[in-house]
């Protein structure tokens, strides 16, 4: 299968900091990249819809500001958590499909990202 | 309630046991059916799909979909503990632009030796 790359793995940071999380397809140009938050034992609850070369599309309840999203080229997105509190501390999770409209999603390794 | 119904478990078998996951779900909409695996502190891994009602064998793993029920399963024959992990199930409208998923909450199985 596809290989989608995140980076870090973890990431510790101060309250009111803010933290960038990378996501990369490896081995093809994904026009559509998907972030993905995961609570212990929860689901995944997708945030954002991320489109290359124009705004990301977020889901309701979640705050534009505060995730910022960056899909500047066809295989790197970024999230980046803007003045992060111990609240937001999770799990996120990127995917993209091979192609616009493939079945198939790959997922990234996760980010575990917690503020202290 | 829920798009998307799973029983989370944990649910533990022995080794060499048939293992039976199932998913819910109430959008009619829903047209591809997949399964992941997640292992602890990992991203999901995409062990299967399935479009409309059907079944799809890959292996020990078998998934079927019943649209008329609203009811998918994955079966895992020959289990082995390196099958712990947790089980997602997902699923997704058809067409282009509707490529949302929608995901279970995920069932924690543990196989043992």
């Known amino acids: 299968g596809a290989v989608v790359s995140q980076h870090p793995s973890w990431v510790i940071c101060k309250s009111g900091t803010s933290v960038k999380i990378e996501c990369r397809s490896l081995d093809f140009q994904a026009t559509t990249m998907f972030w993905y938050r995961q609570f212990p034992k929860q689901s995944l609850m997708l945030m954002a819809t991320s489109n290359e070369g124009s705004k990301a599309t977020y889901e309701q309840g979640v705050e534009k500001d505060k995730f910022l999203i960056n899909h500047a080229s066809l295989t790197l997105s970024t999230l980046t958590v803007t003045s992060a509190h111990p609240e937001d501390s999770s799990f996120y999770i990127c995917?993209?499909?091979?192609?616009?409209?493939?079945?198939?999603?790959?997922f990234g390794q996760g980010t575990r990202l917690t503020v202290v | 309630q829920k798009e998307v119904e799973q029983d989370p478990g944990p649910l533990s078998v022995p080794e060499g046991a048939i293992v039976s996951l199932n998913c819910t779900y109430s959008n009619s909409a829903f047209q591809y059916f997949m399964w992941y695996r997640q292992y602890s502190r990992k991203g999901p891994e995409l062990l299967m799909y399935?479009?409309?009602?059907g079944n799809k064998e890959d292996g020990r793993f078998t998934a079927q979909v019943d649209k008329s029920s609203k009811y998918i399963s994955l079966f895992i024959r020959d289990s082995q503990p390196s099958d712990s992990a947790t089980y997602l199930c997902?699923?997704?409208?058809?067409?282009?632009?509707?490529?949302?998923?929608?995901f279970g909450t995920g069932t924690r199985l543990t196989i043992i030796p």
């Open positions: 399935t479009y409309s009602s």
């Open positions: 997902a699923m997704r409208g058809g067409g282009f632009g509707n490529e949302k998923l929608t």
């Open positions: 995917s993209a499909r091979v192609r616009t409209g493939a079945t198939e999603a790959f």
